[in-house]
């Protein structure tokens, strides 16, 4: 099993201590010093939740620049809003900064407001997505791409500078549909996803599909699962549910919609909407109870060791960790030392 540190930014409008990049930045060291796989940004527009990521190259190649090993990866590049060439140009840059670490996973996006920067795009952003990342991998490996040029004519482009890895690293970012993780798989592709809207058994069928077809479309290759999974680890359980309940609430309501979807307590036809706010705070409640025990990774280094060897059984290969949902910069950087403990004891367990 492999960690990595995954950021959203829980308030973009306001400023921590240490900057709006501080605790991306001193993580990514942290990262890079002690083994962790990968460090992941977002691409998030308009909305104060998330908003500090508008670009995950500017802020993978910031990432880049202050590390050494660790990966540098989008998480994840909304692929209709964008020409593919600039992504490959981008990205390239990411690759040469950090000398061939970079990787990149796609998503199709599904917030209309998102998509005021290229709205022609938003009813086939599905099927833009896959051409996209087919684009971009050709780019990538210094093929040309056909465009028509500013007066109407026939041209074909290549992009600059050359990467420096031969192969760019793909995964497709997932919500949870199985349509969505069997694509994954017929695109060759690594898979994203999250535990908002789906449980653990749904997701280990779904893996068990995105494996089919990986392999199916690979002649027999597993592929690569990443869990984004919100994250503390500290020395006492009871501290850390204390410590998360009010920004993990904060994130659940305003993710409400997608997390019904997996409450057995609301019936699938309910009008969510029509909740009084009383009734909306006891769900809430029930939901964050349900994901500080089996959501997230939440507790002493023993219970976190505990769920990793829940998510190796169903096949995930890599927990990309959420750390900044709303907590204190200076516990975010203090958890980072237990998740370090986290991975070791969980590289020791696999090795006996």
């Known amino acids: 099993m492999d960690f990595s540190l995954f950021y959203f930014a829980n308030d973009s409008s306001e400023e921590s201590a240490s900057g709006r990049y501080g605790v991306l930045l001193a993580g990514a060291r942290f990262a890079d010093r002690h083994g962790f796989a990968a460090v992941w940004t977002p691409e998030r527009h308009f909305h104060p939740f998330g908003g500090t990521y508008p670009n995950p190259a500017v802020t993978g190649a910031a990432v880049a620049a202050v ?70 991998r050709a780019l990538w490996r210094g093929e040309p791409l056909s465009v028509t040029d500013g007066v109407g004519r026939p041209a074909e ?33 690594g898979l994203l996803t999250h535990l908002l809207g789906q449980d653990l058994d749904e997701l280990a069928g779904k893996i068990t599909e995105y494996r089919a077809s990986h392999a199916a479309a690979t002649e027999g290759e597993r592929g690569h699962v990443v869990l984004m999974l919100h994250t503390l680890v500290g020395e006492d359980r009871e501290r850390v549910r204390d410590a998360v309940r009010e920004p993990m609430t904060a994130y659940l309501r305003s993710s409400f919609h997608l997390i019904a979807k997996s409450m057995p307590d609301i019936p699938a036809d309910f009008d969510i909407d029509s909740l009084d706010p009383e009734d909306l705070d006891f769900l809430l409640e029930r939901a964050f109870d349900r994901y500080f025990e089996t959501g997230g990774l939440f507790g002493t280094v023993e219970d976190a060791a505990r769920m990793v060897d829940r998510l190796r059984d169903i096949g995930v290969d890599e927990v990309a960790c959420l750390v900044d949902f709303g907590l204190p910069d200076q516990q975010i950087l203090d958890g980072l030392h237990h998740l370090a403990r986290l991975r070791e004891t969980v590289r020791q367990g696999a090795a006996r």
Not at 168 to 181: D, I, R
């Open 157 to 189: 482009i290549r992009t600059f500078p050359p990467p420096v890895r031969g192969e760019l690293p793909v995964w497709v970012t997932s919500a949870g549909g199985v349509e969505t993780f069997r694509a994954a798989g017929e695109l060759r592709a």
């Open 67 to 136: 590390t050494e090993r660790v990966a540098v990866r989008a998480g994840s590049v909304v692929a209709p809003l964008h020409h593919p060439a600039r992504i490959a140009e981008e990205w390239s840059v990411v690759d040469n900064i950090s000398g061939g670490r970079a990787g990149v996973s796609f998503a199709s996006g599904w917030h209309p407001v998102d998509f005021s920067l290229r709205p022609e795009a938003f009813e086939k952003r599905k099927s833009v997505m896959a051409e996209t990342i087919e684009q971009v």
